[in-house]
């Protein structure tokens, strides 16, 4: 991770699939197809950049 990047600007697969109404597991898969980029904690977790997050759920409201 770099320094420029801080744990509050981290969402948990969980809190991303808050925002979106789906299930975590939508999430793993969204990123596993690259539509996000996820970042590695040093256990092994996914973390997602807030400001990614909140770039997709912009497009994504657009187009419904």
Known sequence: MDS?????ALLTPAEVARLFRV???????????GKLSPLRTLGGHRRYRREEVERLLAESSEQH
């Open 23 to 33: 299930d975590p597991k939508t999430v793993t898969r969204w990123a596993m197809s």
């Open 4 to 8: 420029g990047t801080t744990y509050s």
